[in-house]
């Protein structure tokens, strides 16, 4: 409980100062290092949907080239 008290004077302590704050090498180096695991999961994400749903499918292909609303009668 304490810890949490001081953390919050602390955060309110720095949010005051009329400084700016300048952040350091090591966590410039931290953001960039999960910004990049973020990405990349986000794009392993969509390719293995590309991969699993589209290429490996191919009724569901069919299925989105020829939409029934579009299809000739």
Known sequence: M????FSIFYLTLVSISTEPWIPSQAFINCVLFVG??????VL??????YEDHYWG???FREELRFHPSRRDP
Do not use: I, P, Q, V
């Open 2 to 5: 304490g810890y949490s008290l």
């Open 36 to 41: 990049a695991l973020f990405l990349a999961g």
């Open 44 to 49: 392993l994400s969509a390719f293995t949907f």
């Open 57 to 59: 499918d191919s009724k």
